[in-house]
């Protein structure tokens, strides 16, 4: 029996095993970012690089700055009902959340928040040791690159699969790492380190995907799109645009749903528990990757021909 996620079911009411409440969730993030003054990161870019004896380890970066609005909250209260879809397509796989902020705006101390690997209820404690801090400078950017340095050491050795790395954010990458960071990531002997950079090393370690919330611009979002592609050498189909935060969650599982050869799983189960309109919205932000990934068991990186862009069609996970 599919779960539910309308409106009416999301914020009162627990799962159909009673084992989990949406609001309970909710809480978990609410008193934490009430309390943000007096907090402080429990986990920093300076903590020692993850690693996991996971077999299907999947990492979530969200970006709670100020511009996330009610996003990350939102996100946050699905927790439970994320986990119990995902293992239909990676059993017993493994989460880390991390928290993006800025770090110019912010500080270093909750500029990237690495929580541990974690599955099941462990997933709601350790998002209450993350710290969202709602910030943010309006400066052209978030932190992402901190995110995908600090990620591109992670050790995985049981896997059995290329870990993936999926980002939720609205706004633009900087061209470089902070100087003051660069020296925890020494990719080059000068000490600097190029987003570009980052970002290849993360392309070689994880299988990268981004999923977008629009940013409210008067430029629109091309530019943003455009440093992503740059900066980020995300392919266009990695790149996915929502705009209802609602389903941002189903947009997750439906690229774990592609990556596995179960996309029409997936969009059997959401349109049984979806209007027709939020159907459309969560396929239309899934369709080119749905189209470009094919072929079972079998996996190879993307990060080959990433900066000549070409379009190639890249294969399943599993």
């Known amino acids: 029996m599919p779960y539910s996620w ?14 989990y409440s949406f609001k309970d969730a909710r809480k978990s993030y609410d008193d934490i970012a009430v309390a943000k003054t007096s907090s402080k990161a429990f986990y920093t870019y300076k903590s020692p690089f993850l690693t996991t004896d996971a077999l299907y380890p999947i990492i979530i970066g969200i970006d709670t700055t100020g511009s996330m609005e009610e996003w990350p909250s939102i996100f946050f ?22 928290a993006i902020n800025d770090f110019y705006a912010d500080g270093h101390d909750v500029a990237l928040q690495p929580a541990p690997f974690g599955k099941g209820p462990q997933l709601d404690e350790f998002i209450g040791q993350l710290y969202p801090y709602g910030g943010g400078g309006g400066n052209g950017g978030e932190s992402y690159e901190i995110f995908a340095a600090y990620n591109s050491f992670l050790k995985a050795p049981k896997s059995l699969i290329k870990p993936i790395a999926i980002i939720l954010g609205d706004e633009p990458l900087f061209e470089d790492m902070p100087k003051e960071i660069s020296q925890y990531y020494k990719f080059s002997k000068e000490g600097k380190v190029s987003t570009k950079e980052a970002f290849k090393r993360l392309h070689e370690t994880c299988d990268v995907f981004l999923v977008r919330k629009p940013y409210v611009s008067l430029d629109g979002d091309g530019d943003i799109i455009a440093t992503w592609q740059k900066y980020g ?6 790149i996915m645009t929502i705009k209802d935060p609602r389903r941002v969650v189903d947009v997750i599982l439906g690229v774990l749903g592609i990556l596995t050869g179960k996309a029409d799983l997936f969009e059997d189960e959401l349109k049984s528990r ?14 080119t990757l749905k189209a470009t990934y094919h072929g079972i068991l079998s996996q190879n990186s993307v990060s080959g021909d990433l900066e000549d862009d070409k379009t190639e069609k890249t294969k399943s996970l599993l």
């Open 77 to 98: 209260e699905k927790l439970p009902l994320l986990y119990k879809e995902a293992i239909k397509y990676f059993p017993e796989c493994e989460i880390s959340f991390q």
């Open 233 to 238: 050498l995300m392919p266009k189909e990695r």
């Open 6 to 19: 309308d409106d009416s079911h999301d914020y009162e009411t627990k799962d159909i095993t009673g084992s």
């Open 274 to 287: 979806q209007e027709p309109k939020q159907v459309k919205e969560v396929m239309g932000a899934l369709k």
